[in-house]
């Protein structure tokens, strides 16, 4: 039983390396431009793939062939530095400047201030009624201000003694600001505010994230990064002790992306649970922005401000140089952690006899989701944890003599 423990293990710490393997021993990351700016402070891509830099001093920057080329985009901008992004309805682009909040609705051809004055804006969210909210960059009194006219008047909505560093907006118009004190949580569009840092060992939260099944994360100073899976009532630690996690992306597939001070970008394929460093091609050690294109191409902003881009879509199944598989490979299934479902992709370069089993932590086998031939291409099948407790389960993939397994969560 030991030894099936064992090789179980190492089956699983070197399937999270199947990331790094696929890129074919490219550089993870291609310089795209260096700006003549101090820093890249936030990164955007709207819906029709433009990708949006604000940089500190200088404005914004834009692209529009996926990051190849960049153009200055700051007609009617008035004030730099910039600091935030958010993307609202019908397309439109906010950023946050230390003059107030402008939008331009013609991929930054044009931008109009939309206040609100006499503030110092720095973090901005929209939820998806279009509620704007802003949070006050540099004083202590936990200023916040609400529009729900898209701008054309603001209400303050008081957060308790702190710095809103970030804001960010769930499925359910709750909103988090990450700040100098913890977390905070709305659910009533800022009338009232719960602090919810249950968990975390560190108060100082750079940036805030959700991915599409409601799990967030947290970056924090000097702290790592930390997840809630049950809307921030409690919160665990993830990984990266020590480091300075100045921001975090998601992308489609639930691979998270973590921006630090002082080590480049780090990246976990399983929620948090392991992560490893992607900095091959990466010239700069502070990476203060990152973002997904509609493509999976993952960008990632640094100081001094530069913009890099990853060689290889991030959301690829299996890169080759047809639509047919050439190795054997599986997914972390998503989302994970899950209740009651979850879907698990793999693919097989030929016909051949699949099993696909959930294993409990003993290595004994709870559930059989596939036992049959099948034959080449990318595959995906849906598991239901009907009967299965919360708790740490395995997944087995095994293809003739092949076999790989990855760990998946269930929470109840």
């Known amino acids: 039983m030991k030894t099936l423990l064992v090789l179980l293990a190492i089956t699983l710490l070197i399937s999270q ?9 490219d550089p993870f990351w291609q310089e795209m431009i260096r700006l003549p700016r101090r820093s890249v402070t936030a990164l955007l891509v709207d819906t029709l793939n433009y990708i949006f830099a604000s940089t500190d001093p200088g404005g914004v920057f834009v692209s529009s062939d ?64 279009g509620y704007i909210f802003v949070g006050e960059k540099y004083f202590t ?42 977390i905070f949580r709305t659910t009533n569009d800022g009338a009232t505010w719960d602090s919810i840092s249950t968990g975390l060992t560190t108060r100082g939260v750079w940036d805030i994230e ?54 480049g970008v780090f990246v976990s394929l399983d929620y948090g649970e392991s992560w490893s460093a992607e900095n091959s091609g990466l010239a700069d050690t502070v990476v203060s922005a990152l973002a997904f294109d509609r493509n999976g191409f993952a960008f990632a902003g640094s100081s001094p401000a530069r913009v890099y881009r990853s060689v290889n879509s991030t959301t690829s199944v299996a890169p080759s140089d047809s639509d047919m598989p050439e190795a054997i490979h599986l997914e972390q299934n998503y989302p994970n952690p899950f209740n009651p479902t979850t879907r698990i992709e793999y693919s097989i370069p030929k016909s051949s006899h699949v099993s696909l089993k959930v294993l409990d932590l003993l290595g004994r086998g709870v559930a059989t989701i596939v036992d ?32 790989k397994v990855k760990k998946m969560m269930v929470i109840r």
């Open 372 to 403: 049959e031939v099948q034959d080449a291409g990318v595959k995906s099948a849906d598991f239901k944890a009907a009967g299965l407790a919360s708790g740490a389960y395995f997944y087995r993939l095994g293809v003739g003599g092949f076999v």
């Open 17 to 25: 390396w199947v990331y790094s393997q696929e890129t074919l021993n």
């Open 66 to 129: 996926n990051g190849i080329t960049w153009n200055a985009r700051n007609d009617g901008l008035l004030g730099t530095p910039c600091f935030a992004l958010a993307l609202g309805d019908s397309n439109h682009v906010y950023v946050t400047t230390h003059l107030g909040l402008y939008r331009t609705t013609n991929q930054g051809i044009s931008w109009v201030v939309m206040g609100p004055f006499g503030v110092y804006p720095g973090s901005v969210a929209i939820n998806s009624r």
């Open 210 to 263: 959700v991915d599409r099944n409601g799990v967030l994360y947290a970056g924090i100073y000097l702290g790592g990064v930390f997840r809630s899976t049950n809307n921030g009532d409690t919160w665990s630690f993830a990984g990266l002790l020590g480091e300075d996690v100045l921001s975090l992306a998601i992308n489609s597939r639930g691979h998270v992306f973590a921006g630090t001070t002082n080590h």
């Open 141 to 182: 009194s936990g200023d916040v201000f609400r529009s729900t006219d898209k701008g054309a008047t603001w209400t303050y909505v008081e957060l308790p003694r702190s710095i809103p560093y970030a804001l960010t907006v769930n499925a359910s118009d709750h909103v988090f600001a990450g700040t100098s004190n913890g």
